[in-house]
């Protein structure tokens, strides 16, 4: 079974940064892995995504600031986020399954194309 578990959220200041971690319970050779987010109120958004072929999209929101990487060796997805603004702040989440095209994490309800996420950390950015 495929379990997720985020860590690295906090509260930090606007032009603050903060690096996401998500531990993955199995090897997965052939995937495709992402960052979404939800503020309250909100749907949840896809941010970053990263494919077994190495190739990575991010939202038009978060690009220049947010770097998404994998470290297959400690099956852990990464997210540095810099230069942190008030509406970023969210839960985050990552999620998991099998290989799909990378474009479907920002995609309109890409969501939906996901099926192993974990529990969510919270960050939030003060201005």
């Known amino acids: 079974e495929v379990q997720l578990v985020e860590s690295g959220g906090g509260s930090v200041e606007a032009g603050g940064s903060l690096r996401l971690s998500c531990t993955i319970s199995?090897?997965?050779?052939?995937?495709?892995m992402g960052w979404f987010r939800q503020a309250p109120g909100s749907e949840r958004e896809g941010v970053a995504g990263?494919?077994?072929?190495?190739?990575?999209v991010y939202a038009d929101s978060v690009k220049g600031r947010f770097t998404i990487s994998l470290d297959n060796a400690k099956k852990t997805l990464y997210l540095q986020m810099n230069s942190l603004k008030p509406e970023d702040t969210a839960m985050y989440y990552c999620?998991?399954?099998?290989?799909?095209?990378?474009?479907?994490?920002?995609?309109?309800?890409?969501?939906?194309?996901?099926?192993?996420w974990g529990q969510g950390t919270q960050v939030t950015v003060s201005s």
């Open positions: 990263i494919d077994s072929d190495g190739n990575t």
């Open positions: 199995v090897e997965m050779s052939s995937f495709c």
């Open positions: 999620a998991a399954d099998g290989f799909r095209p990378v474009s479907m994490v920002v995609a309109v309800n890409g969501r939906n194309g996901f099926g192993y």
